[in-house]
């Protein structure tokens, strides 16, 4: 957001020390990453890629003490990080932290993009950043919730069944029975480990040694491997197994062939405006044919695909210096992902 909105910025900081700070906090971020403001500049929404290039928006809503008491914040994420703040943090300060905070979820997006790309989902949605769950369409009107552990995603997963009762019965059976092995392989190593023996031998000493365990299972379990003390075709098993894609495993457990995504699970489109966050623009005369119409442009670039209103994405356009203008039509980058997109300016009639 450069340009009219940092110009609108520029007038309000002359009027108070508050707006005077926001002002240089925001400069300090880059004018770049913020994609929105309110009127009064307690309200700031950010723009954040993380190492993937996913996009996330973070909210940060100022009171009247700032910068005496933290701001608060909100984003498109599985649980929130605890933002440490001071007198003397500022805005960059909360930034750096969200960037540390998606950095803890990178394993757990990987996977959620595996299950999103390999097998049938049922009512997939856009955004779904902060969803930990997915429902999977099996087979013959058979459905499996999936919970997954943000912290711990190669974790097995919560389930739950849904669909006829002979169905329902059949998949569970197979479900109980398979996730025995693995529970068998997570419990005798961890049995293993926390005695004294396993303890010394594996050089994990320490009040912090059980939690050491869980950090670094793969160490732990060819430190074990190397005492043959536990059947080796196990554990290479559970190594094994653990390597693999998601889908393939939740195929071996369930015993049964998972669907590929669906053609519209493949281009699944986006619905809210990723401007004004709205599904749908609201009703209004000045607005024309567009009053109360839904998304109609998209970002052409996969990997974005994110939808806007024209009209909202012509606004935004108009307000960056790098705009071209040829005709009706506005050139310029996705606010999101930078990628070239352009809109038509007779949206309003």
Same mark, same amino acid.
């Given at each position: 957001?450069?340009?009219?909105?940092?110009?609108?910025?520029?007038?309000?900081?002359?009027?108070?020390?508050?707006?005077?700070?926001?002002?240089?906090?925001?400069?300090?971020?880059?004018?770049?990453?913020?994609?929105?403001?309110?009127?009064?500049?307690?309200?700031?929404?950010?723009?954040?890629?993380?190492?993937?290039?996913?996009?996330?928006?973070?909210?940060?809503?100022?009171?009247?003490?700032?910068?005496?008491?933290?701001?608060?914040?909100?984003?498109?994420?599985?649980?929130?990080?605890?933002?440490?703040?001071?007198?003397?943090?500022?805005?960059?300060?909360?930034?750096?932290?969200?960037?540390?905070?998606?950095?803890?979820?990178?394993?757990?997006?990987?996977?959620?993009?595996?299950?999103?790309?390999? $097998? !049938?989902?049922? &009512?997939?949605?856009? #955004?779904?950043?902060?969803?930990?769950? /997915?429902? *999977?369409?099996?087979?013959?009107?058979?459905?499996? $919730? !999936?919970?997954? &552990?943000?912290?711990? #995603?190669?974790?097995?997963?919560?389930? /739950?069944? *849904?669909?006829?009762?002979?169905?329902?019965?059949?998949?569970?059976?197979?479900?109980?029975?398979?996730?025995?092995?693995?529970?068998?392989?997570?419990?005798?190593?961890?049995?293993?480990?926390?005695?004294?023996?396993?303890?010394?031998?594996?050089?994990?000493?320490?009040?912090?040694?059980?939690?050491?365990?869980?950090?670094?299972?793969?160490?732990?379990?060819?430190?074990?491997?190397?005492?043959?003390?536990?059947?080796?075709?196990?554990?290479?098993?559970?190594?094994?197994?653990?390597?693999?894609?998601?889908?393939?495993?939740?195929?071996?457990?369930?015993?049964?062939?998972?669907?590929?995504?669906?053609?519209?699970?493949?281009?699944?489109?986006?619905?809210?405006?990723?401007?004004?966050?709205?599904?749908?623009?609201?009703?209004?005369?000045?607005?024309?044919?567009?009053?109360?119409?839904?998304?109609?442009?998209?970002?052409?670039?996969?990997?974005?695909?994110?939808?806007?209103?024209?009209?909202?994405?012509?606004?935004?356009?108009?307000?960056?210096?790098?705009?071209?203008?040829?005709?009706?039509?506005?050139?310029?980058?996705?606010?999101?992902?930078?990628?070239?997109?352009?809109?038509?300016?007779?949206?309003?009639?």
């Amino acid at each position: 957001m450069e340009c009219a909105e940092q110009k609108r910025c520029q007038e309000l900081a002359k009027s108070s020390s508050f707006y005077r700070r926001i002002y240089s906090e925001v400069e300090e971020i880059g004018w770049e990453h913020l994609v929105r403001f309110g009127e009064d500049l307690r309200l700031l929404s950010f723009r954040i890629k993380d190492k993937k290039g996913r996009v996330h928006i973070l909210q940060i809503t100022l009171d009247g003490s700032y910068p005496n008491h933290p701001p608060s914040i909100s984003a498109d994420v599985p649980y929130l990080f605890n933002l440490k703040w001071s007198i003397n943090s500022r805005l960059k300060d909360a930034i750096q932290q969200f960037h540390k905070h998606l950095e803890k979820l990178q394993d757990f997006w990987n996977l959620m993009d595996d299950i999103d790309h390999s $097998i !049938l989902v049922s &009512d997939l949605r856009y #955004p779904q950043r902060a969803l930990s769950h /997915r429902q *999977l369409n099996l087979s013959n009107d058979n459905y499996i $919730i !999936l919970s997954i &552990d943000a912290n711990d #995603p190669t974790s097995l997963p919560d389930c /739950r069944f *849904l669909g006829s009762d002979s169905g329902v019965e059949s998949l569970r059976a197979m479900w109980k029975k398979n996730c025995k092995r693995w529970y068998f392989i997570f419990c005798f190593y961890v049995g293993y480990i926390i005695t004294e023996k396993g303890f010394r031998n594996c050089g994990l000493v320490g009040k912090d040694g059980f939690k050491f365990l869980f950090r670094k299972v793969e160490e732990v379990l060819l430190a074990i491997m190397s005492l043959g003390d536990l059947p080796l075709k196990m554990t290479k098993l559970f190594l094994r197994m653990r390597d693999k894609p998601f889908s393939e495993n939740l195929a071996h457990l369930l015993d049964i062939q998972l669907h590929g995504p669906s053609s519209i699970q493949k281009t699944d489109p986006q619905t809210e405006c990723g401007i004004c966050y709205a599904q749908y623009l609201p009703i209004d005369d000045e607005l024309g044919d567009k009053s109360g119409s839904g998304t109609d442009c998209t970002c052409e670039n996969n990997s974005c695909s994110r939808a806007f209103h024209s009209v909202c994405l012509g606004d935004w356009l108009r307000s960056i210096t790098t705009t071209r203008q040829s005709f009706d039509v506005l050139f310029g980058n996705c606010p999101y992902c930078s990628d070239p997109i352009a809109v038509k300016t007779n949206t309003r009639k």
